[in-house]
C-alpha cells in the first residue's frame, strides 16, 4: 500500500508521476481523500482515479487488462466508481435478484423502495378468474406478502400453468399503481373477463388487489380500472419536518420499511410541496439506520438542506442507481437505461457496467439497425436495442447511443454507448 501525504479536498488532476514507489503499487486506498480526482499518472495516460465522498482505486496498465471484466461476490470498490480503459468507461455496479446475460441492456432499478406490500391468503383474496371464450379457468395464487414486482410473478406464474401452452405478461406501474396483465397470441385466444358474471358463486377474490371492477371489460389486455392496493413510492411522505441547514431529513416508510442503508448514495428529493416547502430539491444520500414499516425514519445527507421541508411534503427516495441493476424490461421502464453488461454476471455479484464505448449488444426489434442509427432501448425483447425511428412512439426512451454495424432483429450490433462518461 503507497502511502500519500494528506491533500486538501477538491484537488483536481493532481500528477502523481514524481511519486517514486507508484510503478510498483497495485492498490491505493483513497478512502481519506474525499471528493479527489487524480489523473494522467502514467507515460499513456489512460490510467485515471475517481473519487465520490470517499474511497478509489488506482492501478497500472499491466494491472487493469482484464479488470473490467472481473465480477466479485465481495463489493471491493463504492459503487459508481468509475474506471476508464481507452476509449471504454464503467461504473462498479451491483447485480440484483436475477443474473444478467452479456450484451444485456442495464437499467437502474429500486427493490426495496417500492413503498408497499399486500398480504395473499388462502380462501380469502387469493382467486383471480378470467374466462377464455367459452372457457372458465381460476388462477390461484399463493399465500404469501407480495410487493407489486413480487405479485406481478405470481400471478405471471399463475397464469402460465393454467393456461398452458399461452402465457401472460403482467407489469405494474408505479407511476398510476395499476397492474397491465397482456396474455400471448394463441389460436382460442378470446376475451379475458373478471369473472364476477355469469357464475358469481366463482368470484375474483383478488381483483380489487389488481385494481379491477365486479365486471371487467371484455379486452386482449386488461389493465386496472382504478389504482390498485398498493402505495407507490410517488405517495411517500417526509413524516417530519426538517430544518434549513440540518444534514438530516425524514420520510415515512411503507408497510414493507428499509433495511439499513439500502439508499446509501442515493437521492432524497422534494416532489410536492407541503407547508412551506418548496419542492424540486434534491440530496444525495449519506446513511440511515434501518426504518420499520410505516414509521418515520432519520436520512442523513450529505449537504445541508437549503430551504425547510414540512412534514407533510411528499418525497422521493432512490438508492444508487448501481446497486441492484436489471436487464432492461420488454415493458413500460421503470427506471433509465444506465449502460450494458460486458460480461455474464452471476446474480447479486459486483461488476464493472459499461457506460461508455463500444460494445456488441443485441438489436430485439423487428426494424433492421443501419450504421450510423440513433438506438434506443428496445419494447419488444428484454434487454436489447432498437432503432430509433423519428415520428414513432419510440421516441418516448431515452437514447443510449449509435449503431457501428448493421444487424437484423434478434442479431448482434456494435454500439457506441453514449451514456456516461
Known amino acids: ?147 407489486p414486482t413480487e405479485l406481478c410473478a405470481a400471478l405471471k406464474s399463475s397464469f402460465d400453468t393454467a393456461l398452458t401452452p399461452a402465457t401472460a405478461t403482467v407489469a405494474f406501474n408505479q407511476t398510476n399503481g395499476k397492474f397491465t396483465i397482456t396474455p400471448s397470441a394463441r389460436s382460442t385466444w378470446g376475451f379475458l373477463l373478471i369473472n364476477d358474471t355469469p357464475n358469481p358463486d366463482e368470484t375474483s377474490t383478488a381483483k380489487t388487489i389488481f385494481g379491477f371492477s365486479a365486471n371487467g371489460t371484455p379486452a386482449a389486455t386488461m389493465v386496472s380500472d382504478t389504482r390498485a392496493g398498493f402505495m407507490t413510492r410517488e405517495e411517500l411522505v417526509a413524516g417530519t419536518a426538517a430544518t434549513a441547514g440540518s444534514c438530516v431529513a425524514y420520510v415515512t416508510a411503507g408497510s414493507n420499511g428499509l433495511a439499513a442503508n439500502v439508499l446509501k448514495d442515493g437521492y432524497y428529493c422534494t416532489t410536492k410541496a407541503g407547508t412551506g416547502t418548496v419542492l424540486g430539491h434534491c440530496y444525495r444520500i449519506k446513511s440511515h439506520a434501518a426504518i420499520a414499516g410505516s414509521a418515520i425514519g432519520a436520512i442523513c445527507l450529505y449537504d445541508p438542506i437549503k430551504v425547510a421541508i414540512a412534514a407533510d411534503t411528499e418525497v422521493l427516495v432512490f438508492p444508487n442507481k448501481y446497486r441492484k441493476v436489471i436487464a432492461s424490461p420488454a415493458t413500460t421502464p421503470t427506471d433509465i437505461v444506465i449502460g450494458v453488461a460486458p460480461r455474464a454476471v452471476t446474480a447479486s455479484y459486483y461488476f464493472w457496467l459499461q457506460t461508455w464505448g463500444p460494445c456488441a449488444v443485441l438489436n430485439g426489434n423487428s426494424a433492421t439497425v443501419g450504421v450510423g442509427t440513433q438506438v434506443i432501448r428496445s419494447v419488444t425483447t428484454a434487454g436489447s436495442i432498437m432503432a430509433q425511428v423519428a415520428g414513432s412512439s419510440s421516441v418516448v426512451y431515452e437514447p443510449v447511443g449509435y449503431a457501428r454495424s448493421t444487424a437484423a432483429k434478434l442479431e448482434g450490433v456494435l454500439v457506441d454507448f453514449h451514456i456516461t462518461k
Request: proline residues 3%.
Open 1 to 147: 500500500m503507497l502511502a500519500l501525504p494528506l491533500l486538501t479536498p477538491k484537488v483536481s488532476w493532481l500528477n502523481l508521476k514524481s511519486l517514486s514507489k507508484l510503478t510498483q503499487a497495485k492498490e491505493i486506498n483513497m478512502a481519506l481523500y474525499e471528493d479527489l480526482y487524480v489523473g494522467d499518472i502514467s507515460q499513456s495516460g489512460d490510467r485515471k482515479i475517481y473519487s465520490d465522498h470517499g474511497s478509489s482505486f488506482i492501478e497500472l496498465a499491466n494491472d487493469m487488462k482484464q479488470k473490467w471484466y472481473q465480477q466479485s461476490i465481495d463489493q471491493n470498490y463504492p459503487l459508481e466508481t468509475t474506471l476508464q480503459y481507452y476509449d471504454r468507461t464503467f461504473k462498479y455496479a451491483q447485480a440484483g435478484a436475477t443474473a444478467l446475460v452479456a450484451g444485456n441492456l442495464i437499467q437502474a432499478d429500486y427493490p426495496e423502495v417500492i413503498a408497499d406490500s399486500i398480504t395473499i391468503t388462502t380462501g380469502s383474496n387469493d382467486q383471480f378468474c378470467i374466462i377464455d371464450d367459452a372457457t372458465k379457468y381460476t388462477l390461484t395464487i399463493a399465500a404469501g406478502t407480495y410487493t
